[in-house]
């Protein structure tokens, strides 16, 4: 019936070969990345702002440290997003909320503006903007993995220059067709990145640097994080690779489409492989994970980052890998149609 042949479809296109002509592309995708890419004027501007607020908070804890982390600091952000701010601090005598709180008068003394602290949300934060140079920005405290796996990010960016323009277009695509929104069962834009590192580490694009000597050692909150970071030795790796950003792209929306296992796999940039739902002991519900989509993040490797899909969501976000996919193989126009908003 209807089901045998639907897999008769899906095995066909398993092996399905990438169109001839897929290079006529590479041009169109890579000014669409060009234009998503923020100014140095737009980077001079968030670097300021951290300046402006370290030197404010330092004055009332002069110990703490404040990071950039997120997409202003892992190299795969696009131009006017919201900035992620972390607070390093360290006193055992306030709450995270209480810090917030405080954070929030202390930054009105200092001028800022529009300050709303979020102390109820999961992660609680406070709300920013700097009249001086017009940004937004959120605050949020000790989420040291968070500046941890953005250095890692950026690390990996910096190997081959192929993986931002992938990860660019990947992204510009799940926000065009509504596919990078958590709150509604989507992917992050963290969790699009890594599977992004993930398909160029399977074509030898990119090595696995948390299976190398690590040159880079820290614990957060019992995470051992190590991984080899001195990625100026390695900017050759992937140079046997003649791949275009059309192609991985390509590649990228066949495998999710039409090779990805849902059933038995999971993707891990910490290995560098695809590992099995059973090693890790995710393959039925447990509370509200339903691992239907298994990212393993690099650090926090018992946390699924496909764990805010769900059965309908997983449903979506096939097809729209079919649907990239297919106009990625048949379109006439893919750098057009594969961005029309959903
Ligand atoms: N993060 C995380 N675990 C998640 C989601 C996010 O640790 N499950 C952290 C990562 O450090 C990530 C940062 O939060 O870099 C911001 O996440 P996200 O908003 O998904 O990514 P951005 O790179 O900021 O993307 P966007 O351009 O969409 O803002
Ligand atoms: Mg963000």
Redesign the pocket.
């Known amino acids: 019936g209807h089901h045998v042949s639907s897999q008769r479809i899906r095995f066909q296109r398993r092996n399905r070969p990438c169109r001839y002509d897929i290079d006529r592309f590479t041009p169109g995708f890579l000014s669409i990345f060009e234009s998503l890419v923020p100014s140095q004027e737009e980077i001079a501007k968030q670097k300021q702002l951290l300046t402006t607020l370290s030197r404010i908070i330092s004055m009332e804890w002069p110990k703490s440290k404040l990071y950039l982390?997120?997409?202003?600091a892992?190299s795969?952000?696009?131009s006017n997003?919201?900035i992620?701010l972390c607070l390093s601090i360290d006193d055992k005598e306030m709450s995270k909320v209480d810090i917030i709180l405080k954070l929030a008068e202390i930054l009105q003394a200092g001028n800022l503006k529009n300050i709303q602290p979020l102390t109820r949300a999961r992660v609680p934060i406070v709300k920013l903007m700097d009249p001086e140079t017009g940004l937004s920005c959120d605050i949020c405290i000790n989420?040291l993995?968070?500046?941890v796996?953005?250095k890692l990010?950026r690390d990996y960016a910096q190997i081959d220059r192929r993986l931002r323009q992938l990860a660019f277009i990947v992204?510009h695509w799940a926000?065009s067709r509504r596919v990078?929104e958590?709150y509604q069962g989507t992917l992050?834009?963290?969790?699009y990145?890594i599977m992004c590192i993930h398909l160029l580490q399977l074509r030898r694009i990119l090595p696995c640097l948390q299976e190398m000597e690590a040159t880079y050692v820290v614990t957060v909150d019992e995470n051992n994080c190590a991984y080899f970071d001195q990625v100026e030795k390695l900017n050759n790796y992937g140079a046997h690779s003649r791949d275009t950003v059309s192609r991985l792209l390509w590649a990228f929306f066949h495998y999710w489409a039409y090779e990805h296992d849902y059933t038995r796999d999971v993707i891990s940039i910490r290995t560098g492989r695809i590992i099995s739902k059973e090693r890790k002991d995710w393959t039925r519900r447990v509370g509200n994970d339903r691992h239907l989509i298994c990212i393993e993040?690099p650090f926090e490797v018992s946390?699924d980052?496909g764990r805010v899909v769900d059965k309908f969501t997983i449903k979506i976000l096939r097809e729209e890998f079919e649907r990239a996919a297919n106009i990625l193989q048949f379109d006439p126009n893919p750098s057009v149609t594969l961005f029309e908003p959903y």
């Open positions: 982390y997120g997409s202003c892992n795969f952000g696009f997003s919201d992620d989420n993995l968070a500046v796996n953005t990010l992204k926000k990078n958590t992050s834009s963290y969790a990145v993040d946390h980052l």
